[in-house]
């Protein structure tokens, strides 16, 4: 699904990532771990073709980047950056319009909406008993169901790969796991390979597979969480005592 070799990445001279070297299989769940800054947004980035890299490779489905026109890769992920999106999509729209956006591509609405259109958002909101917002301004919509309906909206087109930008980094406990319900009910039933950012242990659901933990640029541990997610891992990773995370309910529930 994906491989990055030797991945390093600079702006204005400052080394951003560092030889990353990862590997995706089709059907895994990873999560990339780390503190602000560590790099992960600007992997994601890279992953997607929003920036491109300094030196190194990126494949994608088989295709190396630079060899063949970007479009028809990105039509097959699904992207989801909560606060940057809410903030860029066009105002005024329904929840209906903006699941519609994402099938054209837009931050807004942009041409005409046809019929198959709406068949195709309307039908997405049943499946996911959220018709009752279809005529709702989006903007006046909870954290949490934002969150929900950028979720379908990054989904609405069946993409093979589903990058998630600290989807729940604003979201109280109970819109988490709504969020989270959801998350899983969609990537299982359509069998979406999914890479999501967290900076929280909290934020890691069960059904993760693979963790790469991440650290000024580099990734220092990668690998299934049942053997990567420990207290010597997390104690390097954010140079804090193991203690500190023995003491840490939400680190015991995290782990696999």
Same mark, same amino acid.
């Given at each position: 699904?994906i491989?990055?070799q030797?991945?390093s990445?600079?702006r204005?001279?400052e080394s951003?990532?560092?030889q990353?070297n990862?590997?995706?299989?089709?059907?895994q769940?990873?999560?990339?771990l780390?503190?602000?800054?560590?790099? /992960?947004?600007t992997?994601?980035?890279?992953?997607y073709?929003?920036?491109?890299?300094?030196?190194?490779?990126?494949t994608v489905f088989g295709?190396?980047?630079?060899?063949?026109?970007?479009?028809?890769i990105?039509e097959q992920?699904?992207?989801?950056q909560?606060?940057?999106?809410?903030?860029?999509?066009?105002?005024n729209?329904t929840?209906l319009?903006i699941?519609?956006s994402?099938?054209?591509?837009?931050?807004?609405?942009y041409?005409?909406?046809?019929?198959?259109d709406?068949?195709?958002?309307?039908?997405?909101l049943?499946?996911n008993?959220?018709?009752?917002?279809?005529?709702?301004?989006f903007?006046?919509?909870s954290?949490?169901v934002?969150?929900?309906?950028?979720?379908?909206?990054?989904?609405i087109?069946?993409p093979?790969?589903?990058?998630?930008?600290?989807?729940?980094?604003?979201?109280?406990?109970?819109?988490?796991?709504?969020f989270?319900?959801?998350?899983e009910k969609i990537?299982?039933k359509?069998?979406?390979?999914c890479?999501?950012i967290?900076?929280?242990?909290?934020?890691i659901? /069960?059904?993760?597979t693979h963790?790469?933990?991440?650290?000024?640029?580099?990734?220092l541990?990668?690998?299934?969480?049942?053997?990567?997610?420990n207290?010597q891992n997390?104690?390097n990773?954010?140079d804090?005592p193991?203690d500190?995370?023995?003491?840490?309910?939400v680190?015991?529930s995290?782990?696999?």
């Amino acid at each position: 699904m994906i491989q990055i070799q030797n991945l390093s990445y600079l702006r204005n001279d400052e080394s951003i990532l560092k030889q990353i070297n990862l590997e995706i299989l089709p059907g895994q769940h990873w999560i990339l771990l780390g503190r602000n800054g560590a790099g /992960k947004t600007t992997l994601i980035n890279l992953l997607y073709g929003y920036i491109w890299p300094s030196s190194g490779k990126i494949t994608v489905f088989g295709t190396e980047y630079g060899t063949e026109p970007l479009r028809p890769i990105q039509e097959q992920i699904g992207i989801l950056q909560s606060n940057q999106q809410s903030n860029l999509l066009q105002r005024n729209l329904t929840t209906l319009e903006i699941l519609i956006s994402g099938l054209h591509s837009n931050l807004g609405i942009y041409r005409e909406i046809t019929d198959k259109d709406i068949a195709i958002a309307t039908t997405l909101l049943e499946q996911n008993d959220l018709s009752h917002l279809k005529d709702r301004n989006f903007q006046i919509l909870s954290s949490g169901v934002k969150s929900k309906i950028l979720l379908l909206r990054s989904i609405i087109r069946n993409p093979k790969l589903l990058i998630l930008d600290e989807p729940t980094s604003s979201l109280d406990i109970k819109a988490c796991y709504e969020f989270f319900q959801l998350l899983e009910k969609i990537i299982v039933k359509q069998n979406i390979t999914c890479v999501q950012i967290v900076h929280r242990l909290e934020d890691i659901p /069960k059904y993760f597979t693979h963790i790469a933990m991440m650290k000024k640029g580099e990734i220092l541990y990668s690998g299934k969480i049942d053997s990567t997610l420990n207290l010597q891992n997390l104690s390097n990773l954010y140079d804090l005592p193991q203690d500190w995370f023995q003491s840490f309910q939400v680190f015991n529930s995290s782990m696999h």
